[in-house]
């Protein structure tokens, strides 16, 4: 088992920045590849971006790129997503997931955090 924690969600202004934040406990953090997806109401549910276990692969979703930067820390078991120049369109809740696919779509992860809301605000 895996357990996720994210945190680092508010509101901010579009043009603001925000980092979430996902701690994990449990199996070995390292040997898992990581990825952050957003659900929007009334929108199906988005790969944003994934990071490969060692860290040295990523995946970032087209509306993000540029703009988002996921990263991981393997000393202190935890995947961070910067977010900047965040735009009202990027209003959702935020998971974190362990075991995705680091490619588009995100395959099926084997764990979820709870989630934390991003409210962009124009």
């Known amino acids: 088992q895996v357990q996720l924690v994210e945190s680092g969600g508010g509101l901010v202004p579009a043009g603001g920045s925000l980092r979430l934040s996902c701690a994990a406990s449990g199996r070995t953090f390292s040997a898992y590849s990581m990825g952050w997806f957003r659900h929007a109401p009334g929108k199906e549910r988005e790969f944003v971006a994934g990071i490969s276990a060692s860290g040295g692969r990523t995946y970032y979703t087209e509306s993000v790129k540029g703009r988002f930067t996921i990263s991981r820390d393997n000393a202190v078991d935890t995947v961070y997503l910067q977010m900047n120049s965040l735009k009202p369109e990027d209003t959702a809740v935020y998971y974190c997931?362990?075991?995705?696919?680091?490619?588009?779509?995100?395959?099926?992860?084997?764990?979820w955090g709870q989630g934390t809301q991003v409210t962009v605000s124009s």
């Open positions: 997931a362990a075991n995705v696919l680091v490619a588009s779509g995100g395959g099926r992860p084997d764990y």
